[in-house]
């Protein structure tokens, strides 16, 4: 800023701005157009300090002196609220532990190809790759690259090389699973024989009872449709594989998506960490869940309406009332619940969060009651460039992608509802160490936000006690035999620190 030189001169004492007449004076003082020449600075900064300290919101980086004023008198706003710090702990200290058995060390080179056709959105389309992977390795059989189904409910016409890195698809399982972009030519004209539908928790011995003699005659063998149709429990060597094909990052999202949504996460930390909420809010979810959104009576009365004429949508418990399967935990939570949990949490009005997922039923007006407790809420669309998302606002998979990574690296992450997603990033975040999950006790936390009796605090202190721990790993370790073992890499594919491993493969 300019000063003007009338007021420097008021400030500059008068010996300086005389020239004396004694001698003495000439030999120890400057002229005074060299005295001015050399205040003038000094003057300058003691005023824009001044200024500043009775104006703290003032801009002052036209110096790094004043940058470095600026950060003594106001650090940088850390995770020291209350919410961080019960975010930083209880999260277990455990490390990956995917050591093979000596048998499993080698993928096989043979002349058996497997093509798999898989379907649906990003995260179930995730899930059938993976299943994949382990059958092809049961069959010891060629994996060629999945081919994409066009996504029959939203025209998304991605294929896998438009979403994955295949170089590194091939290159992290090419001691499991040889992979090949297409069949060879020897095999192009060779009869491919659709293999019968996989049925629900099928192990490896119907795997290879019902596929070899198929894939051992006519070399090339079709699968379709087997969506978490694979048991749960396998051998601990597969149980290893498939997390190696999600936690080690075979399936890599293409360079420049990984590029775009670190970007998101850069502008989401500006201010310190941040929270991923997955918001299970769509039309979609409220018809299939047979649970109503919070947004009215004429709101509910349309999801009835879709859901009358659509029964088939509800297979689960079809006879329970809305009312009754909220009271069970067996809803997504809507906007107002996620406010009172996350203010039962601890978390702060200033708390920075990121939603993923699609359009919320109802809009903008179903997310009022979060937004208005917690002003700083952002998704894709907010932390955007002007047409940063142009070319992919139509690419749903790939705006999934975006919202996974995203939640990848957020500090915490929360699920409003269960699904493949909140799966996948529980067992992958676990896997990296990336923070803590919080999986709402739904049942019990209903019940809390419906007793009218408790005072703030009662309800705060009775919201953390029941999501004291992130997962509940003692229920999991009890019965190793239903682990999921991608939501729970635990104990599979790791242990604690200082241990090499937790399972042995022979087991």
Known sequence: PHLH??????????????????????????????????????????ALLSISQLHPSLPISCSPHFHHVRLNWRPRRGPVDEFWKWAQSEVPQLVPCTNYSEPHRHASNSEKYMLVVVSGGLNQQRNQIIDAVVV????????????????????????????????????????????????????????????????????????????????????????????????????????KLRCKVVAFEALRFKPWIESLANSFVERMEEEGPFLALHLRLEKDVWVRTGCHSGLGIVADLAIDRIRSSKPHLL???????????????????????????????????????????????????????????????????????????????????????????????????????????????????????????????????????????LTDAEMRNRIQHIHRESTDLSSVMKNQSKIDVIAFPTP????????????SASN
């Open 315 to 453: 297979t689960s418990r079809s006879k329970l009332t809305a009312q009754e399967r909220s009271q069970a935990g067996l809803c997504p939570l809507n906007a107002n619940e996620i406010s009172r949990l996350l203010k039962g949490l601890g978390a702060s009005r200033n708390i920075r969060i990121y939603w993923a997922g699609g359009e919320p039923f109802g809009g903008v007006k179903s997310l009022q009651p979060l937004k208005s407790q917690f002003p700083n809420l952002f998704n894709k669309w907010d932390l955007a460039k002007p047409r940063e998302l142009d070319g992919i606002k139509d690419k749903p998979s790939i705006m999934a992608a975006l919202d996974y990574i995203v939640c990848l690296r957020s500090r915490v992450f929360l699920a409003s509802h269960g699904g493949n997603m909140a799966r996948s990033l529980h067992g992958h975040r676990t896997f990296i160490g990336s923070g803590k999950n919080i999986k709402p006790k739904k049942k019990l936390l209903v019940q809390l936000l419906l007793n009218g009796s």
């Open 492 to 503: 599979y594919c790791m242990c604690s620190r200082g241990r090499s491993s937790n399972v």
């Open 136 to 239: 092809a390795r049961i069959l010891e059989a060629v994996l060629v690259v999945p081919v994409f189904q066009v996504n029959q409910v939203w025209g998304d016409d991605s294929e896998f090389g438009d979403i994955f890195d295949v170089v590194h698809f091939k290159k992290t399982l090419k001691d499991d699973v040889v992979v090949v972009s297409s069949l060879p030519a020897t095999h192009i004209r060779k009869r491919r024989v659709r293999a019968p539908l996989i049925p629900f928790n099928a192990d490896e011995d119907w795997i290879r009872s019902n596929y070899s003699s198929k894939l051992d005659r006519d070399t090339v063998l079709l699968l379709r449709a087997f969506d978490s149709r694979l048991a749960k429990h396998l051998s601990v060597d597969l149980q």
């Open 5 to 46: 030189l009338q007021h420097t001169e008021a400030l500059i004492p008068q010996p300086f701005l005389r020239s004396p007449g004694a001698s003495i004076y000439k030999l120890l003082l400057p002229s005074p157009l060299r005295a001015g020449r050399c205040l003038l600075p000094f003057l300058a900064f003691w």
